[in-house]
């Protein structure tokens, strides 16, 4: 039981650097609309970057331990637009009632949807996530703890991302530590799941399934979420900066712990 502990914990430790970035967003003022627009743009660029140059990439070499490569990239390409379809179904599924605030600039309803959609896709997000960390760190410390701080890294700005709008759109900081801090606790349920369930069933193909079909809800939210209501936020500049700011992050993440 020592090596399931082990594992546990580091997914647990990856899951719950999540709550670290919303408490960075949380101590900014309501009514800095600049930070609000550089947060979201950083978040954008972070999921966008998460998706293309890490995820989907996983996606393919997944699958292509399993099938031929024309079919490996048909189906990435597949559960891809499965995951965009399956974000827009979930933002539509939310109320769009729209209610005028001069905190934002913008619309609060806006923003608190933009928040709840964040989270789901970063819950979504962090299951495959919470596996694999357990996975690593079941085989043994040496693997797994990097693997784990990589993750940590970037679920900080995942943080930033649920808990931003959500509190600029509600105004409750306890609403969204809560709804930040929960889903980053789905790596946990995600490293439990890998143990109890679904451990027979763990296959390449299952991996690239899945992060294939979180790329897609990621990128949905990016660009059709997060980068507009950046933009709304009334401080254009501030929201380019963050986008930027984001991908050079998540890319000097990707290089240096070669996520």
């Keep these: 039981m020592q090596g399931f502990w082990q594992a546990f914990l580091l997914s647990t430790g990856a899951g719950l650097a999540t709550a670290l970035g919303s408490l960075i967003a949380l101590f900014s003022k309501r009514e800095n609309r600049r930070f609000l627009s ?3 743009g950083f978040a954008a660029g972070v999921m966008i970057l998460v998706s ?3 995820l989907l990439p996983q996606a393919r070499a997944h699958l292509l331990q399993e ?8 189906l990435t390409l597949v559960f891809l637009c499965a995951g965009l379809a399956c974000a827009a179904a ?11 605030t001069p905190v934002t600039g913008g619309t609060a309803a806006a923003l608190a949807r933009v928040g709840a959609v964040t989270a789901v896709a970063v819950t979504l997000h962090n299951l495959p996530e919470g596996m694999a960390t357990f996975m690593a760190g079941y085989a043994g410390l040496r693997i797994g703890l990097p693997v ?39 790596e946990p349920v995600g490293a439990l799941l890998a143990f109890t369930v679904l451990r027979p069933f763990l296959s390449p193909l299952l991996f690239g399934v899945l992060f294939a079909w979180v790329a897609g809800i990621m990128l949905y939210l990016s660009f059709a979420g997060l980068i507009p209501s950046a933009r709304a936020a009334g401080h254009t500049g501030f929201a380019v900066g963050g ?17």
């Excluded at 979930?90 to 005028?100: F, G, M, Q, S, V």
């Design 67 to 74: 099938m031929q490569a024309q079919t490996a990239d048909g």
């Design 243 to 259: 986008i930027f700011a984001g991908l050079a992050f998540m890319q000097f993440a990707l290089i240096v712990l070669s996520i």
């Design 90 to 100: 979930i933002d539509r599924a939310l109320p769009h009632r729209e209610r005028k």
């Design 38 to 40: 550089f947060s979201l």
């Design 148 to 186: 784990a701080v990589s993750i940590a890294l970037h679920n900080i700005p995942e943080g930033i991302a649920v808990s931003a709008p959500l509190y600029y759109g509600t105004g409750s900081r306890v609403k969204a530590f809560t709804f930040s801090a929960l889903s980053g606790l789905s």
């Design 52 to 54: 293309v140059a890490d």
